[in-house]
């Protein structure tokens, strides 16, 4: 088995991901992801901004970040079994037009000049709920467009999609919130959102065999089962979910250090979080270029590097230098959660898969709510900077512990 894993990951990384585009399939939903990514990342800056104009507060900061990923927390096992069980391109339907509808109304709120910030918490849950059923049918969904042979290839491409967005999207958003406003930023997210459900709606896959009837509980129980008995699984997981839960505050807290530490404004705010996008789109870049016999340890490596640049990150009180450091933090950030996912997808059955995966998005995804809403108590009173040095430092701890307990 492992031989065989080798072989798929080894390959040169160019060509192996320009052939993952001959998939047809993969070519129209790879194209309205990227578009709906785009507007995702501008709604995200816009928002973040939105909530500190009206507030002035980094708790409400935390908590609207809670109230968006609370749900992957709670609801990612259920839609594991609901990914494993029913089409999955019908439930990406479902999933993009709640997130849709819900940019549109927040959209409208916004341009009304009506929006407090309990409708933006209310909204940012109606959209991890959705969410948190969208991750994991989206990433056990990816093997039926591209197969068992290049879905490693997939992986780093989607990873790649990610965070091209990620680094061109909060860049734009600083400044339409300056020269338009955050709801116009919200109105285009909407609109958005059409192109994945075009691309869903054009697409073809080749239907998966049925599956033997089954409780859902009974599936909730083998998944749960399987992560947590499978040493190689659990370890990665559990580093992956203290990362998150440690590290990623810097991304709630970002509205704080654009304004308060850095004295920037929406535009200083954009270039930020596209510094971050920047390394993170190295990182997937990267991780598609690393040997097989050296993906084991890239979880590791790459958690202890993400935990360091966090730390230098939250002393630098120049806007330069803080863009410069925030680069380190993407890479590793993502160079981690790219090799869990692969290692992860390379020995999980496709039976298993969707669960497989609900538990990897609520150990990236779900550990943000806690981070964001401790995260912002913590910086209310002993202010930001230390808030992330702190956590940045447990980071690196648990990378190198996890690692000498392997």
Avoid at 2 to 27: Q, T
Avoid at 130 to 148: C, H, K, L
């Amino acid at each position: 088995m492992n031989d065989g894993r080798e072989k798929v990951i080894a390959r040169p990384a160019r060509p192996e991901l320009r052939s993952v585009f001959r998939h047809r399939a993969y070519r129209l939903f790879f194209t309205g992801q990227l578009i709906s990514l785009l507007g995702f990342w501008i709604q995200a800056i816009a928002q973040a901004w939105l909530v500190y104009r009206l507030s002035d507060s980094p708790l409400l900061l935390g908590l609207v970040g809670f109230a968006n990923q609370v749900p992957v927390l709670l609801l990612s096992p259920f839609a594991g079994v609901v990914a494993d069980r029913l089409e999955r391109r019908r439930v990406l339907f479902v999933t993009q037009g709640v997130m849709m509808t819900s940019a549109f109304v927040l959209a409208a709120l916004t341009l009304s000049h009506t929006v407090e910030v309990w409708h933006i918490v209310a909204l940012a849950f109606v959209s991890g709920t959705a969410n948190a059923f969208d991750v994991p049918t989206r990433q056990s969904f990816t093997i039926e467009m591209v197969g068992r042979q290049d879905l490693p290839l997939a992986i780093a491409a989607n990873s790649i999609m990610f965070n091209a967005a990620r680094l061109v999207g909060p860049a734009i958003a600083g400044v339409l919130v300056a020269a338009v406003g955050e709801g116009w930023c919200m109105a285009l997210n909407g609109v958005s959102y059409l192109a994945v459900l075009t691309s869903l709606a054009l697409l073809r896959v080749e239907r998966q065999p049925p599956r033997p009837p089954s409780h859902p509980l009974a599936d909730l129980r083998e998944g749960f089962i399987y992560v947590s008995t499978h040493r190689e699984t659990r370890t990665l997981l559990l580093l992956l979910a203290g990362s998150s839960l440690f590290g990623t505050a810097y991304l709630t807290l970002m509205p704080v250090f654009a304004r308060d530490v850095l004295h920037g404004g929406s535009d200083a705010l954009g270039f930020l979080m596209a510094s971050v996008g920047a390394g993170a789109l190295l990182g997937a870049i990267g991780i598609s270029r690393v040997p097989a016999k050296l993906m084991p340890a890239m979880p590791f490596v790459s958690a202890v590097g993400f935990g360091l640049a966090l730390v230098a990150f939250s002393q630098s009180t120049n806007f330069l230098l803080s863009m410069a450091l925030l680069v380190p933090a993407g890479l590793g950030m993502m160079g981690q959660g790219v090799s869990t996912n692969t290692l992860l997808q390379s020995s999980t059955t496709d039976a298993l898969r969707g669960r497989v995966m609900a538990y990897y998005v609520m150990a990236f995804i779900g550990m943000v709510p806690i981070s964001s809403l401790v995260s912002g108590w913590a910086s209310h009173y002993v202010g930001a900077p230390l808030t992330l040095a702190i956590g940045g430092t447990v980071v690196a701890a648990l990378a190198v512990a996890s690692y000498l307990r392997r």
